[in-house]
């Protein structure tokens, strides 16, 4: 339904002044002056004529209804316009006009009225508060912005009306085109997801780039990019990350967490490559759009001069990459056609009074060799050096090959016309060599995303009407955390191992289980409202006879009523002394866009001093688990170091895709920590040895 707003056979503007400094003359100017086919409709109460175009009064009034309508009036006098679009029969709208939710308070009720009644009539609506959208395939440009885009493969979504406009002035600055190009604004009914869902599959755009300040759907968002992403590269710029989705959090999962975490998995899981800086938004954009798909990882350097061949070297071997290893017979064409002083391996140094025909041997070396996925071709400019003749001959063999092809001629005085040929041409060209080869890293990156089977979830057999049970009795006693006891019952129903453990209710009794359960044992207070028992002394470890059991009972109580004299004691648990293992930590927090959020990493002082934890979006996949526990920093620690046998890597995450289960079972988990999941040698598994559970 989105095509009447981006291929509309006729147009109506609402605020088609006379007025020259008129928002709404400046929208129908922009319209009339890039070439719309279509029909165009000024809409002003009095006006007989608008740039030379009849004006009718209102919506009711025209001879027809048209496909798209677009509003730049005052906010108090939007509501009756849409109202005459939905008698008309309108079906879509774009509502320039702003002074709503943005700005609080009235524009908040006003902005909820107003997508009530596009909702109502069945419409679509871009906006409000928004710069306006620009199609260059129907030649429609129905914004205030100052220019029109070229022509172009890169579909552009934006949350930021300023940031299109210094997007676009760049872009025509470099030449760089666009296919679609749309200002969400306040994105009250057509958002992000409803974007992706309309260009995937769409023939005129090679890639989309958003610039998102956030995401309302985050479910919706992961589960659209990853189908879109199979077909068509999304590059993703993401401001305001790095403070507003913190918040106070009780567990070690909670304050370790925030949107930049949530962001993060969300962008790795559903395939969308994440830019950081802007130049890096448009480094990706051009790759994707001028070249084609690399196949493989492995890298050709072409270059004049050693030290920029150097520098790119390292960068490949840095960004996972790697340098192309030549064929003989590669090698010995470079032999027989470039000087002796060449260097006739990869990087393939053609020596600093390089011409066009060297770099001819060279390129055309490398792009017939098998084992090359894709050139990289260095130039600092020399006396010697023929520019023009160089970027003929770049553009030639990239063209003969299907094989991603980028430059980075490093300078900027004597290089003008060069990069002009080579932007003309589809050849990005990198200002230095990192930032070639970083963006074919990316390709990669998505290259494999793309080619990767679909995920697998594994579902286990659990006891979640037990689980259901549990809640609602913790529910109705008041609470929204769960005593470890309750905690306990939880793990056992998702079929988690827990140490052997029962709550004693005084010295003796305490004795009596430990020594039933088998000394040495564990005792921990046992309280709904002692949240980190340690702190307060509430643990005792290595107890070895009944004697200590019952002073360990007595100190532990006293320690707990003195430093928690409100708290509620339950008694104090007793439990088996688990042998030694890697500590892990398997926590939960729920975002508030996109959901639970598990984080797993090495537990004990690691996850308090390293804070090395990695988080992904439940549902969390089999592979997904792989490559999060792969991801975190002490990860060869669990491989096994200086002789040390592997761990139970297996267990981990069996652990892992259990708490997804549960969480998405129950969506009233706000925070859960397993810490500490002690897992022992490969083949012998992990115990759960102490975990929280905090309700809604």
Known sequence: MLETIFSPKSVAVVGASPNPNRLGHVVLKNIIENDYQGVVYPIHPSATSVLGRPAYPNILSLPETPDLVVIVIPPQQVLAVVDECGQKGVRGLVVITAGFKEVGGEGKELERQLLAKVQQYGMRMIGPNCLGIIDTVSSLNVSFAALMPFKGEIALMSQSGAMCTAILDWSKAQGIGFSRFVSLGNKADVDEVALLHAWNHDPHSKVILAYLEGINDGPGFVAAAREVTKNTPVIAIKSGTTAAGTRAASSHTGSLAGSEAAYEAAFQQSGILRAR?????????????????????????????????????????????????????????????????????????????????????????????????????????????????????????????????????????????????????FIPNYTFPERAVQSLASMVRYTEWRDRPEPTYRIFEVDKERVRALFASVRESGRVELGEIEAREVIDAYGMRLPKSRLASSPDEAAQIAAEIGFPVV??????????????????????????????????????????????????????????????????????????????????????????????????????????????????????????????????????????????????????????????????????????????
């Open 277 to 425: 800086t802007m130049n890096e938004l448009f480094d990706l954009a051009m790759l994707f759009a001028y070249q084609p798909l690399i196949k493989g990882n492995r890298v050709a350097i072409i270059t004049n001069a050693g030290g920029p061949g150097i520098i790119a070297t390292d960068a490949v071997e840095r960004s996972g990459l790697k340098m192309a290893t030549f064929a003989p017979e590669t090698v010995t064409a470079l032999q027989a056609k470039l000087p002796p002083t060449a260097n006739f391996f990869n990087p393939i140094d053609i020596i600093g009074d390089a011409r066009s025909d060297r770099y001819e041997v060279g390129l055309r070396a490398a792009l017939s060799d098998p084992g090359v996925d894709a050139a990289i071709v260095l130039l600092t400019p020399q006396a010697q050096s023929d520019l023009i003749e160089t970027c003929e001959v770049i553009i030639q063999l990239s063209q003969l090959h299907h094989k991603p092809v980028v430059t980075s001629f490093m300078g900027a005085y004597s290089l003008g016309p060069a990069l002009e040929m080579l932007s003309a041409n």
């Open 523 to 696: 005792m921990k207070i046992s309280s709904p409202d002692i949240l980190h028992k340690t702190d307060i002394g509430g643990v005792r470890v290595g107890i070895t006879d009944a004697a200590n059991a019952r002073d360990s009972y007595e100190l532990i109580e006293y320690r707990a009523r003195k430093y928690s004299p409100g708290a509620r004691i339950w008694g104090v648990l007793v439990q088996e002394m688990v042998r030694k293992g890697r500590e892990i930590l398997v926590g939960v927090t729920r975002d508030p866009q996109f959901g639970p959020l598990i984080g797993v990493g090495m537990g004990g002082i690691y996850v308090e001093v390293l804070k090395d934890i990695a988080f992904r979006l439940a549902p969390i996949s089999e592979q997904e688990a792989d490559e999060q526990l792969r991801s975190i920093r002490t990860f060869p620690l669990l491989r096994g170091v200086r002789g040390e046998p592997p761990a139970d890597i297996a267990a981990i995450e069996e652990t892992v895709l259990r708490v997804s289960q549960l969480v998405m079972d129950f969506p009233e988990i706000v925070e859960m920590d397993i810490n500490p999941l002690v897992v022992h040698n490969q083949g012998e598994g992990a115990i759960v040895l102490d975990a929280r559970i905090i309700l809604k």
